[in-house]
């Protein structure tokens, strides 16, 4: 894929050491994975210790937000701006190979390192709001009520430059086609897993006569 | 659900802080998220920064095994004995509201602390990566060749006591019927999110008249 944005950084740690074929170093392709996902886990250090926790996010240009409550733990120790890991991982299938050891996923993950940012400032965590609201639903910031000032202040927003980040990709069969365990009668391939949106379900107590729109409708497939 | 297990810990770190209706205390509830799942985010400390990888697993009882090759750096931090955090989320639903503020996601995540242990005897290595094949296609151990010697040399397989650990599960409509929200014309409701299995696809180098076995045949959903 040809692009004019900045390759992404090879620091040690964004370095893919196992399977470094896997490895991808085009920044297209990290929005790739950050704009299909919809759920990142978030890693921080609290009192030495780990804490990953699933968080909403989204992403405009080379800023990822990262939208909480002020009551999430990970939020609220990110928001100290320590070192953050954020990792978005989209499943795309079981490998089965003839054996067991050349059994593996088909995936493709994002890690991304750095230190985030807390927004204070409302304009600005109305438009990071926005940013996570409209990676979950296009089109929808407009169509519903946005936020009171009150409603503003008890949202954690967080900021990410997408600064030092890798991206790792495993895709199509398994390996082991050449190797003595072709000749055995075992089946092998992949299963494809992907992520479906059913049917809207409308919420109990919303009226008859208000229709699901085209902007909801769009997302079922 | 009633159950004879004992019900989940309730330390410091395991307690559900923000929206705790959402908490579940029910030692099965943990069982049926990481049983779904396909893929845990195994958070650890590397020089005082926090690292997040997307890993394999299995469980048995009241044991998780991790599976990963001895390069990968999060599997070397957590081999060390050091605390780890694994996190496995399914994501059931994006909850539309009337409101900016009421969007939520349905899922269901568990969230488990403790100090992983590194299996270094081959007949519990090998008992272990039985567990992880199995979790992704029962029936597979069987059918496909099992690990030499120099393969169980290569692969690091880590067990992870399931004593400290939280769920929580969000479900169901958005929560703004009963708020002043629900006088507006925007509608609300759940767009329903889950995994499918579509249909196999054959290596390239599969023999002809080896056929899609059963038990993976029935993997498809």
Same mark, same amino acid.
């Given at each position: 894929m040809s692009t004019s944005s900045p390759p992404l950084s090879s620091t040690e740690r964004t370095q893919v050491r196992r399977h470094s074929e896997r490895a991808r170093t085009d920044r297209q392709?990290?929005?790739? #994975?950050?704009?299909?996902?919809r759920v990142c886990h978030v890693g921080v250090v609290v009192d030495?210790? @780990? &804490?990953?926790? @699933?968080? %909403?996010?989204?992403? &405009?240009g080379d800023t990822l937000y990262l939208h909480g409550s002020s009551a999430n733990r990970s939020m609220q120790a990110a928001a100290d701006g320590i070192g953050v890991c954020v990792t978005v991982t989209l499943l795309d299938g079981l490998v089965l190979a003839r054996s067991v050891f050349n059994h593996s996923m088909n995936y493709r993950s994002a890690v991304i390192f750095g230190a985030a940012r807390q927004i204070e400032e409302p304009a600005e965590k109305l438009a990071a709001l926005r940013v996570v609201t409209e990676h979950l639903a296009p089109g929808q910031w407009e169509a519903v009520r946005q936020p009171t000032r009150k409603e503003l202040a008890a949202t954690m927003a967080l900021a990410l430059p997408?600064?030092?980040? /890798?991206?790792?990709?495993? /895709?199509? @069969?398994?390996?082991d086609g050449d190797t003595p365990d072709a000749e055995l009668p075992v089946w092998? %391939? #992949?299963? !494809? *897993?992907?992520?479906? *949106? +059913?049917? @809207?379900i409308?919420? !109990? +107590?919303? !009226?008859d006569d208000v229709d699901i729109p085209e902007h909801i409708r769009r997302l079922v497939h």
């Open positions: 392709e990290l929005y790739a #994975v950050l704009d299909e996902g030495g210790h @780990p &804490l990953v926790m @699933p968080t %909403g996010y989204g992403r &405009l997408l600064d030092e980040a /890798s991206v790792k990709v495993r /895709s199509g @069969p398994p390996r092998a %391939g #992949v299963l !494809p *897993i992907r992520q479906v *949106i +059913d049917e @809207p409308p919420a !109990p +107590d919303v !009226p």
